[in-house]
């Protein structure tokens, strides 16, 4: 099966620094979605990015479906980014997840 | 936001016991799936269904069982509850399992086996 692999596992920032995440996949995949899981552990959608760029706010994705690779940029960081952030692929019917990256943001 | 509710949304069962947990959605997607999600795993699914009665297996269906009887309901059961099943199952749909589909999470259900 494909493999997600993230990276890197934990970050701490200091409130207002910048940070890109990485989220690796090991096969052609159909697509890629980017979730922040909040500290009550609901999982909000990020972006869905099966390739190229999209913007949202403070953050950014990149997706080079080529490479096998996408990125998730997150700028003048502030306490409420914190949680774990996932990236999950379309492999098949079937979305199949990283084991994510934990944020910690302090103020 | 998506139309999907997790019930019951925590639940604490003894071992051996059954437990069924539902999820209910309005959007009428044909695609529902079942997670958990374990500290160190991510989340990984369980079940999912592409359709009323389809169901197929995904890498940790041991000891659960799923069905489907109406497009809105999506059932998880656990016909023996173990200790190693405690963990949080969240629910999700997507409108179809194909490209330019997006998956979208219910709120998760806390279970604890003891």
């Known amino acids: 099966g494909i493999q997600v692999e993230q990276s890197p596992p934990d970050l701490i920032l200091q409130e207002g620094a910048n940070s890109t995440l990485r989220c690796n996949f090991s096969d052609s995949v159909n697509n890629l979605q980017w979730f922040h899981q909040n500290p009550w552990g609901q999982l909000i959608n990020l972006f869905y990015i099966p390739s190229g760029t999209k913007q949202n706010g403070r953050l950014s994705a990149t997706t080079v479906a080529t490479e096998r690779y996408s990125l998730l940029y997150i700028s003048s960081s502030q306490t409420t980014d914190s949680g774990v952030y996932f990236c999950?692929?379309?492999?098949?019917?079937?979305?199949?997840f990283g084991a994510g990256t934990i944020l910690r943001v302090k103020s | 936001d998506a139309g999907i509710t997790q019930s019951p949304r925590h639940k604490v069962t003894e071992t051996g016991t059954p437990v069924t947990l539902r999820c209910h959605q309005t959007e009428n997607h044909r695609y529902m799936y079942w997670y958990r999600q374990d500290p160190g795993h991510g989340l990984r699914l369980i079940h999912y269904?592409?359709?009323?009665?389809?169901?197929d297996k995904g890498e940790v269906s041991d000891g659960y069982s799923v069905s489907r009887s109406k497009t809105e309901d999506f059932l998880l059961t656990l016909e023996s509850a173990t200790s190693s099943q405690t963990s949080v199952y969240f629910c999700?749909?997507?409108?179809?399992?194909?490209?330019?589909?997006?998956?979208?999470f219910g709120q998760g259900t806390r279970l604890t086996v003891v």
């Open positions: 999700a749909i997507s409108e179809s399992g194909t490209t330019n589909t997006e998956a979208f």
């Open positions: 269904s592409y359709g009323v009665k389809d169901t």
């Open positions: 999950a692929v379309e492999y098949g019917n079937k979305l199949v």
